[in-house]
C-alpha cells in the first residue's frame, strides 16, 4: 500500500479514531478540538488550516446541533446521541461547561464523540430494505458525509433543485422532518438490521 496515496493514509488514521473532544462557545462556535475530533469531522478531508476549512469544520459542527440549534438556550441534553462520519457511527455527549477566563472566547458546551463498537453503516444494505433508489442512496451517502445540497449536486452533475428533490423524497419514504431526521432513522435502520430486528 503506498503511502504517497494521501486518502488511503487518511482513511486508516480515521479507523484508528476512536474518541474527539471539541470546546464550544455559547453561540456554538468551535473553541478548540482535539486533533482526533477535527480528523472525525473533516473525514475524508484532511484537516488544514485554510479558511474554507475552518467554514466546512463549522457547518459540521452545526449539523451536530438539533434543528432548532444555535440558541443559547439549548441544552446539552438537546444534542443528537449519534451521527455518522462516512461509514463509521458516533457517539456525542454533550456536557456544559462553565469557564472563569475573562478574555477571548469561553467554551460553554463540550463534546465528546466517541465511536461506537460497531460502527460500520452498511448504507447500501440500508437502502435496500428501504426501497431507495440508486441515486436517492447517492444523496444519503453525500448527505452523511457532510456535504451540503451544492456540494451533492456538483459530485452527482445535477441541479441543487434536483438533490433537494432527492433529499424530500427520502424524508418523505423515511417519515423524517429534516436532514438530521434522514441520518438518525437510517442509523436506526442499520441498528435494526445488524440486531436482526428489522421489519
Given at each position: 500500500m503506498s503511502s504517497g496515496n494521501g486518502h488511503v493514509s487518511n482513511h486508516l488514521q480515521a479507523e484508528s479514531l476512536g474518541t474527539g473532544f471539541i470546546?464550544?462557545?455559547?453561540?456554538?462556535?468551535?473553541?478548540?478540538?482535539?486533533?482526533?475530533?477535527?480528523?472525525?469531522?473533516?473525514?475524508?478531508?484532511?484537516?488544514?488550516?485554510?479558511?474554507?476549512?475552518?467554514?466546512?469544520?463549522?457547518?459540521?459542527?452545526?449539523?451536530?446541533?438539533?434543528?432548532?440549534?444555535?440558541h443559547n438556550g439549548l441544552s446539552p441534553s438537546e444534542f443528537p446521541n449519534e451521527f455518522a462520519s462516512g461509514k463509521r457511527c458516533y457517539e456525542v455527549r454533550a456536557f456544559s461547561v462553565k469557564s472563569n477566563l475573562k478574555n477571548g472566547q469561553r467554551p460553554a458546551v463540550a463534546l465528546l464523540l466517541k465511536r461506537k463498537r460497531r460502527g460500520i453503516l452498511d448504507l447500501q444494505t440500508v437502502a435496500r430494505k428501504l426501497r431507495m433508489t440508486p441515486r436517492e442512496t447517492e444523496t444519503?451517502?453525500?448527505?452523511?458525509?457532510?456535504?451540503?445540497?451544492?456540494?451533492?449536486?456538483?459530485?452527482?452533475?445535477?441541479?441543487?433543485?434536483?438533490?433537494?428533490?432527492?433529499?424530500?423524497?427520502?424524508?418523505?419514504?423515511?417519515?423524517?422532518?429534516?436532514?438530521?431526521?434522514?441520518?438518525?432513522?437510517?442509523?436506526?435502520?442499520?441498528?435494526?438490521?445488524?440486531?436482526?430486528?428489522f421489519r
Open positions: 470546546l464550544l462557545d455559547a453561540c456554538f462556535r468551535l473553541v478548540c478540538a482535539s486533533e482526533e475530533a477535527l480528523a472525525i469531522l473533516a473525514y475524508p478531508r484532511v484537516p488544514s488550516e485554510n479558511k474554507g476549512f475552518e467554514s466546512f469544520l463549522q457547518g459540521r459542527i452545526r449539523s451536530l446541533l438539533p434543528s432548532n440549534g444555535g444519503v451517502d453525500f448527505l452523511v458525509q457532510g456535504l451540503g445540497t451544492k456540494q451533492m449536486a456538483s459530485r452527482m452533475g445535477i441541479s441543487p433543485n434536483t438533490a433537494k428533490a432527492f433529499l424530500r423524497s427520502v424524508m418523505i419514504k423515511l417519515g423524517a422532518e429534516n436532514r438530521h431526521g434522514i441520518i438518525g432513522k437510517i442509523l436506526q435502520a442499520s441498528k435494526a438490521i445488524d440486531g436482526g430486528t
